[in-house]
């Protein structure tokens, strides 16, 4: 069975940094392509970052830049590296996996950034 789960979540201040994990179990880690996404209240879920099995990154560009998407594939493991964050990053912070039989995403870990 497959199974994402977020970690790292928190309160932080404007211009500091966080790191989300994603743990993932039921599936071959190495072959598939990951995506962290965020949804902000009231607002639609949106994909933040995405990283390949071989490693390559994309980001969106409001936060190009400032995260940085890694992988350890030996960990079975993503994690999303969040520096100069601004208020405008609060929301839940997801992780997919996606393809053409399936979609699984994780429960999610919520980013909440204030002064």
């Known amino acids: 069975q497959v199974h994402l789960e977020e970690s790292g979540g928190g309160l932080v201040q404007p211009g500091g940094s966080l790191t989300l994990s994603c743990a993932g179990s039921?599936?071959?880690?190495?072959?598939?392509?990951l995506d962290w996404y965020r949804q902000a209240p009231g607002k639609a879920r949106e994909l933040v970052a995405s990283?390949?099995?071989?490693?390559?990154?994309e980001y969106s560009e409001s936060v190009e830049g400032r995260f940085t998407i890694s992988r350890d594939n030996a960990a079975s493991a993503v994690y999303l590296q969040m520096n100069s964050i601004k208020i405008e990053d609060t929301g839940v912070y997801y992780c997919?996996?996606?393809?053409?039989?399936?979609?699984?995403w994780g429960q999610g870990t919520q980013v909440t950034v204030s002064a």
């Open positions: 039921g599936f071959y880690f190495p072959s598939y392509k």
């Open positions: 990283i390949t099995g071989g490693g390559d990154a």
């Open positions: 997919r996996r996606r393809g053409p039989r399936f979609d699984d």
